[in-house]
C-alpha cells in the first residue's frame, strides 16, 4: 500500500512542476510534447481546435504513455499508463478542467470567450494515471537524425577571430 502511495505522490508532483508533458497515445508513432494542469488526479489537455495543440491518436476510453521530464534538467522523472477520457463540454467535470486549463492558456487569441470556442470547437481530455509507474529505461531511447544534406558546418569567417579578441581586452579593462 506504502509503495502505491508513493508511486501516486511521484506521479503527482511531476506533473503538476511540469510545464510540458510527453504523451504517446496508442499506435502513435512517436510522443508528443503537450501543454497541460493536473485536476482531481489526472493530467487534464485541450486540444484538436484551431489554434489549439493536436491531440493525435488519444481516443476516449483509450491508453497512452506519459512521460514527465524535470523543468529544470530535461531528464526524465517518471513514464506511466493513463486512462484517456473525454469530457462531454459543459459538463460539470469539464468546466472545472476548463477553469484551470483558462489560467495556464497561453496567447489566446479570445480570452474571455475561449472557453465556448472549446466547447464548440476542441476536445478537453483528462489522462488518468493506471497502474504503477513504468521502469526507467536504461538507453538514452535518443532517435539518429534523419539523413539530411543540409548542414550547418561552413567556414570560420576572417574577422571572427579578430572581433572575438577585441570584445575580451574591452572587458578586461
Known amino acids: ?29 512517436a510522443a508528443r510534447a503537450l501543454w497541460h494542469v493536473w485536476h482531481e488526479g489526472a493530467a487534464c ?36 499508463t493513463a486512462t484517456v477520457t473525454e469530457l462531454a463540454p459543459e459538463s460539470e467535470q469539464w468546466q472545472a478542467a476548463v477553469a484551470e486549463l483558462k489560467g495556464k492558456r497561453l496567447n489566446a487569441p479570445d480570452g474571455e470567450a475561449m472557453p465556448a470556442r472549446w466547447a464548440r470547437e476542441c476536445r478537453v481530455l483528462r489522462l488518468e494515471p493506471a497502474g504503477a509507474p513504468l521502469p526507467l529505461p536504461d538507453g538514452s531511447l535518443a532517435e539518429a537524425p534523419l539523413p539530411s544534406p543540409a548542414t550547418t558546418r561552413e567556414p570560420v569567417p576572417a574577422g571572427l577571430p579578430k572581433l572575438l579578441f577585441k570584445r575580451r581586452k574591452r572587458a578586461r579593462s
Open 1 to 29: 500500500m506504502t509503495s502505491e502511495l508513493l508511486d501516486q505522490a511521484l506521479v503527482e508532483e511531476a506533473v503538476k512542476k511540469s510545464g510540458l508533458i510527453w504523451v504517446r497515445g496508442a499506435g502513435a508513432p
Open 45 to 80: 489537455l485541450v486540444g484538436d481546435g484551431p489554434g489549439e495543440q493536436p491531440l493525435p491518436h488519444l481516443a476516449d476510453g483509450g491508453s497512452a504513455e506519459v512521460t514527465v521530464r524535470s523543468k529544470d534538467k530535461g531528464g526524465r522523472l517518471v513514464t506511466f
